[in-house]
Nanobody
Framework: AQLVESGGGLVQAGASLRLSCAAS????????VGWFRQAPGKEREFVAT????????YFADSVKDRFATSRDNAKNTVYLQMNSLKPEDTAVYYC?????????????????????????WGQGTQVTVSS
């Protein structure tokens, strides 16, 4: 599968943005699609993930009251709605997909919060929030 993100940009603090992650080559069926971000000089960190079939979502504590993720089956696309953006949200945002997460053991949610769980990655899209 190839993943393509879009929707990044430059906004002021308090604004909203919606990122999209579209898949080509296969559908998102039976997958989990995660969002990660990497700020300058920092390691990539988990933001959110959605289990495609069930729609269950999980969020990092830093965004859970401001961000939402959803999917559109017809468009084979996952969205990250980001509200009340802060300067500290500035980063390159990546979407990633795993189609094998149900085969693993242990704590599934913990695994889905780890980038090691994901096999397919998009190229990233820049989000810049000015103060």
């Amino acid at each position: 599968a190839q993943l393509v993100e879009s929707g990044g940009g430059l906004v002021q603090a308090g604004a909203s943005l919606r990122l999209s992650c579209a898949a080509s080559g296969r559908t998102f069926d039976n997958s989990a699609v995660g969002w990660f971000r990497q700020a300058p000089g920092k390691e990539r960190e988990f933001v959110a993930t959605i289990r495609w079939n069930s729609g269950e979502t999980y969020f990092a504590d830093s965004v859970k009251d401001r961000f939402a993720t959803s999917r559109d089956n017809a468009k084979n696309t996952v969205y990250l709605q980001m509200n009340s953006l802060k300067p500290e949200d500035t980063a390159v945002y990546y979407c990633a997909a795993t189609f094998t997460y149900l085969l693993g053991g242990g704590d599934m949610v913990a695994r889905l919060m780890s980038e090691e769980e994901y096999d397919f990655w998009g190229q990233g899209t820049q989000v810049t929030v000015s103060s």
